[in-house]
């Protein structure tokens, strides 16, 4: 199966620190990838998304970044806030399988007041 | 609210016991998947439909079966359910089938005793 994996099983941060979640897959064949936030007890929530034909976008005080040499994926918040705190999973489309999606383990970020 | 439902909101039965949990899709949607979360895990993708038509398998065990109705209403059984069973199902719905973002359903709670 594919390995789509979380350095961090959990990660703490000040309130108002900028956070770095990072993700890395196996598959360098894999097209499209997404942040998701799973708050306790609800469904995961889209956050981003990023197409293999770029290196980097930005949302509203997140950004994800690409990097396709390493494999690696990261999410960063920008003067992270107490809603923040969650777990948050990346997962990967491939292209030869857009049917499916893996996700990682989860990393879960802890917001300190 | 994503727009995706999903009914029961929790669920408790015994072990050798069947259990149907549905989902309705956002309004358009013509994708459906459906996931399995253990407690503290990560998503498991257990299978997806597009129109009406299954696209792709992930580990779903033999005893689980799905099915996406005319009215892209999708439901999943579960049979002959074993303790190990217990965990939070997603449904989750998507315009197209796949290298898009889906939207979560809030998730049904299996408890088996």
């Known amino acids: 199966g594919e390995s789509v994996g979380l350095h961090l099983p959990t990660l703490s941060v000040q309130e108002g620190d900028n956070s770095i979640i990072n993700c890395a897959y196996s598959n360098s064949a894999s097209d499209y990838f997404i942040w998701y936030k799973q708050e306790s007890g609800k469904g995961p929530q889209f956050i981003i998304d990023i197409r293999s034909n770029m290196d980097k976008r930005q949302g509203q005080r997140v950004t994800v970044l690409l990097n396709k040499t390493v494999k690696h994926l990261s999410l960063q918040i920008a003067a992270t806030q107490p809603g923040d705190s969650a777990v948050y999973f990346c997962?990967?489309?491939?292209?030869?399988?857009?049917?499916?999606?893996?996700f990682g383990s989860g990393t879960k970020l802890n917001v300190k007041p | 609210d994503s727009g995706v439902t999903q009914t029961p909101k929790h669920l408790i039965t015994a072990t050798g016991q069947r259990v149907t949990l549905r989902c309705s899709p956002r309004?358009?949607?013509?994708?459906v998947y459906w996931y399995q979360q253990s407690l503290d895990q990560g998503l498991q993708f257990l299978i997806q439909y597009y129109n009406g038509e299954e696209r792709a398998k992930g580990n779903i065990l033999e005893r689980f079966s799905a099915q996406q109705f005319p009215d892209l209403h999708s439901e999943l059984n579960l049979s002959s359910l074993e303790l190990g069973d217990s965990a939070l199902y997603f449904c989750?719905?998507?315009?197209?089938?796949?290298?898009?973002?889906?939207?979560f359903g809030p998730g049904t709670r299996l408890t088996v005793t």
């Open positions: 309004s358009g949607d013509l994708s």
């Open positions: 989750a719905s998507s315009p197209v089938a796949g290298g898009y973002e889906q939207y």
């Open positions: 997962a990967e489309n491939p292209l030869y399988n857009f049917n499916k999606f893996y």
